[in-house]
């Protein structure tokens, strides 16, 4: 299995809603990562996990919230989010250290409304 | 300050015939560099990789070259076919930064004509 699995694959929510989203490996990967990509721009790094302790934010705010329940699991809980936060969010994973390929999810289309 | 570039937004290439696309970065702290490959609405897929203890890298119709010299790496694919068609982005590892943080280029769109 070399798969990064996110759900949902669309998301449409109010900007009052609170919704998550949610990622799975089962590859044994130790560090696992959020990106967020604007339509036609580069994805862009959220914040990293590795050995299920938060290990980089790149200045997030702090609408996006992240959640590691265990090696497998990846969690980004949304609230009060703002329409510019509209977006396509990437959850990626690898083996660990900054040496290895990451591999990604098909990501979560999200539109705030 | 833009530390990968991808100077060209799209590339268009015959089938059959090889495409090149490049990347410059001004890190040279950088020292693992990869190539993904994005169709629409679809997740970054990894493609190939290289460290920068080589100068080339090979898997089937894809190479990478690595010029540190020149700061500068290419992705090679002979023969391009028309499913190669996709926006591909170069990406580095921040080794000054803290693991996992992958610096990518703007991407070049790359179409490969029948």
């Known amino acids: 299995d070399t798969e990064v699995t996110q759900t949902p694959k669309h998301l449409v929510m109010g900007m009052t809603n609170k919704k998550s989203l949610k990622c799975e490996q089962h590859?044994?990967?130790?560090?696992m990562y959020w990106y967020k990509q604007k339509a036609k721009k580069p994805p862009e790094l959220m914040f990293v996990y590795s050995y299920e302790k938060l290990s980089i934010n790149e200045s997030v705010p702090s609408r996006f919230s992240p959640e590691c329940p265990n090696s497998s699991l990846l969690n980004l809980h949304l609230h009060a989010l703002q329409p510019e936060d509209s977006a396509l969010y990437l959850c990626a994973s690898s083996q660990e250290g900054y040496s290895t390929e990451a591999f990604f999810g098909q990501g979560t289309r999200l539109t705030v409304v | 300050d833009q530390q990968v570039k991808q100077n060209s937004p799209s590339l268009s290439v015959q089938e059959g015939r090889i495409s090149i696309l490049n990347c410059d970065y001004t890190?040279?702290?950088?020292?693992?560099f990869l190539w993904y490959k994005k169709y629409p609405a679809e997740g970054p897929t990894f493609l190939i990789s290289?460290?920068?203890?080589?100068d080339k890298n090979e898997d089937g119709r894809f190479t990478v070259f690595l010029n540190k010299s020149a700061k500068h790496l290419s992705l090679h694919i002979v023969p391009s076919q028309p499913g190669d068609s996709a926006v591909y982005f170069c990406?580095?590892?921040?080794?000054?930064?803290?693991?996992?943080?992958?610096?990518f280029g703007k991407g070049t769109k790359l179409s490969v004509k029948p």
């Open positions: 290289i460290s920068s203890i080589k």
């Open positions: 990406a580095a590892y921040d080794y000054g930064g803290s693991q996992g943080n992958l610096i």
């Open positions: 890190n040279s702290m950088f020292d693992y």
């Open positions: 590859m044994g990967h130790r560090a």
